[in-house]
């Protein structure tokens, strides 16, 4: 597993080396590690992550359970947390509804956050204008993909400069978003 999870990170920074978003590399490879290795562990879960979230949009984030914003008073760093006690926590939160949103600096902020007012659909024929059978396609995706992605992806767009992180509840695939495009995916072909 160790060689599979190196494998990923290492096409992944190849990945994030031709990102256009100012968030340090670094960072986002500590995010990226702590999802795949929270995989390793388990099977079937989902996760949407916004990476380089920003007080000003706190008018697009509800959080509609209290009991699922765990990280509200009592932050927690990713990138000064050592890896395994950052992925800990993160890790508790896999049966969650909603995203977590973590800072520039790695400080993860919410829980469990309703991303609301996004409008994929607009996003989707800003960035992909024509005729598709469903908005799965018209981003990009090879397989079709249900609210958490579309919320991610649109996220990543309406979001300037965050990188997005998500993973499919049914078929266990990792995601990564910026700017309203697919830059990493798990998924053969879709890369």
């Known amino acids: 597993m160790e060689k599979k999870i190196q494998k990923n990170l290492e096409e992944i920074r190849e990945k994030f080396s031709h990102s256009k978003t100012d968030l340090p590399i670094d960072l986002k490879l500590v995010m990226a590690e702590m999802i795949l290795r929270i995989k390793e562990h388990r099977k079937s879960f989902g996760f949407f992550v916004i990476l380089g979230w920003k007080n000003k949009w706190k008018e697009f984030a509800d959080t509609p359970d209290i009991s699922q914003d765990i990280f509200a008073g009592h932050n927690i760093n990713i990138k000064v947390e050592r890896l395994r006690a950052s992925q800990q926590s993160i890790a508790k939160t896999a049966n969650f509804d909603g995203a977590i949103l973590i800072d520039s600096f790695g400080k993860i902020i919410h829980s469990g956050a309703m991303i609301e007012g996004l ?15 469903d908005l799965s396609m018209q981003f990009g995706f090879r397989q079709k993909v249900h609210m958490r992605h579309l919320a991610a992806i649109t996220s990543s767009y309406i979001f300037k400069g965050t990188t997005v992180f998500t993973v499919s509840e049914e078929s266990g695939h990792l995601h990564i978003f910026e700017n309203g495009k697919i830059v990493y995916s798990t998924l053969p072909r879709e890369k």
Do not use: E, L
């Not at 659909?121 to 024509?130: H, L, Y």
């Open 119 to 133: 409008r994929p659909k607009v996003v989707a024929d800003k960035i992909n204008k024509g005729t598709f059978p």
